[in-house]
């Protein structure tokens, strides 16, 4: 069997997994690669000590990795945009192919990288970019290639996932279960990455590439975290049969233009999605050949995230081993055939609401609201108001309305917010149905 030499850069939480998981099942990753691979030398500031490194080489300076000449795949796997995008610059320059987990590199710098590596013939690879362990990339470059893609929705960040889950079920406090995140190693370096969508929106834009056949987005995303959910918003949401979940949404409209957003969503609670909870992931792909199609699996951690920088190493590796080194296409098409989509305006986007206001326990005040709404031709599917607190004077409302342009429902918000009876700001979580 020909022999591949890996040299791994970064021995963190997804670097730890992948040098155990190569080593521990080398001999069906072997089988199914048809090549005899081995991580020939590792680059990492400090040893971790869940590897045993006995036998390997090591060296301090990633950079040494990338100049190694006996090293065939350069694995990235040290984070960050900086001295990550200098190292697979470099690697691919000097001819290496290179897999990596950076969902940041790609969505930021994918483009130039795209061509960079088309102009030296290798390949970049990043499955374990998106999702975690879930088969994403290879399921919208591969398995959905039929298709014309209309849509695409996802929960794509574990760490929120499983703060949203927590605080449902256990009626935990936010910064609490996001150390337990980071503790678990689900987190990023930086934990609002997580809590604030870009961790999301990384991911959505490198799904969006593929399905629409774009070059990566990241700047034209509408951005929206969990960090304003409050657990009252996700009992309300249920007595009115939906679950709270922080989706990325790609969608295709009538007249070719792409929705771009990543947001606290409402999804009616029996949709399969609705019930994907913990640090799983989960993305509904709707192709117009095979309908819609959901892939699940868990969107963090060591060995899942390992799983697909493997995959990625295999499918190199029998590349290799069938000497077709032609170059194959970091957005899964040549990129000078890449089509520029305009992005839509998030003010021209429409969906349902979810509308939590605190108004005055007076009469008249419901129909000045439902009057302000329907002047902005704003429709009312759901009602409930909450009988006042003892010794309060407020009540909460919750509305769910029909679709809406974001545009409308803003200036709706902003007359109904300058009504005198209605105290605090409105909270909106956008609906989606998802059928
Ligand atoms: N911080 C990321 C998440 C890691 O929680 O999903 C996996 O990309």
Redesign the pocket.
């Known amino acids: 069997m020909i022999a591949v030499k890996i040299g791994l850069c970064g021995l963190g939480t997804v670097g730890s997994g992948t040098f155990n998981v190569l080593k521990r099942n080398a001999a069906e990753i072997n089988a199914r690669a048809g090549a005899d691979i081995s991580v020939a030398t590792v680059g990492a500031r400090r040893d971790n000590p869940h590897c045993d490194l006995s036998g390997v080489q090591v060296t301090r300076d990633v950079f040494e990795v990338a100049a190694d000449p006996h090293v065939d795949i350069v694995v990235e796997l040290i984070g960050g945009t900086t001295t990550a995008k200098e190292l697979v610059e470099t690697a691919i320059k000097n001819g290496k192919h290179v897999v990596t987990?950076n969902?940041a590199l790609i969505a930021e710098f994918g483009n130039e990288l795209a061509q960079l590596a088309e102009e030296h013939k290798v390949v970049v690879a990043y499955e374990?970019?998106?999702?975690?362990g879930i088969p994403i990339i290879r399921a919208l470059s591969e398995g959905l290639a039929a298709n014309k893609i209309e849509w695409l929705a996802g929960i794509?960040?574990?760490?929120?996932?499983?703060i949203l889950t927590e605080m449902r079920d256990k009626g935990r406090e936010f910064e609490d279960v996001l150390q337990e995140?980071q503790a678990l190693g689900?987190?990023?370096a930086d934990?609002t990455?997580?809590v604030e969508g870009i961790?999301?929106a990384h991911?959505l834009v490198i799904l969006a590439s593929l399905a629409f056949g774009m070059p990566l987005k990241f700047d034209s995303i509408y951005t929206e975290g969990i960090s304003k959910i409050e657990t009252v918003d996700v009992a309300y949401a249920a007595e009115l049969g939906y679950q709270i979940k922080h989706l990325g949404i790609a969608r295709q409209s009538e007249v070719g233009a792409i929705e771009l957003r990543v947001h606290p969503t409402l999804i009616p609670a029996t949709r399969l999605i609705a019930n994907v909870d913990g640090?799983s992931?989960a993305v509904v792909v709707k192709g117009d050949a095979v309908g819609a199609t959901l892939y699940y699996g868990p969107?963090?951690?060591s060995e899942p995230?390992a799983s697909a920088v493997i995959s990625d190493i295999v499918s190199i590796a029998q590349m290799i081993s069938l000497q077709a080194k032609a170059a194959q296409p970091l957005l899964g098409r040549a990129f000078d055939t890449l089509v520029d989509r305009s992005i839509l305006d998030i003010e021209e986007i429409e969906t349902a609401y979810y509308l939590r206001l605190l108004v005055d326990d007076k009469p008249g005040v419901l129909s000045q609201i439902t009057q302000i709404l329907s002047d902005s031709s704003i429709s009312i599917e759901a009602l409930i108001q909450k009988q006042p607190v003892d010794g309060q004077a407020q009540v909460p409302v919750i509305l769910l309305t029909n679709k809406v342009f974001e545009k409308n429902m803003n200036r709706a918000i902003t007359d109904i917010e300058a009504l005198p009876m209605v105290s605090e700001k409105i909270i909106r979580i956008r609906v989606e149905r998802l059928d």
Do not use: Q, S
């Open positions: 987990a969902k374990a970019a998106v999702a975690g794509i960040n574990g760490t929120g996932n499983f995140a689900y987190a990023e934990p990455f997580d961790d999301a991911k640090v992931n969107g963090a951690g995230t």
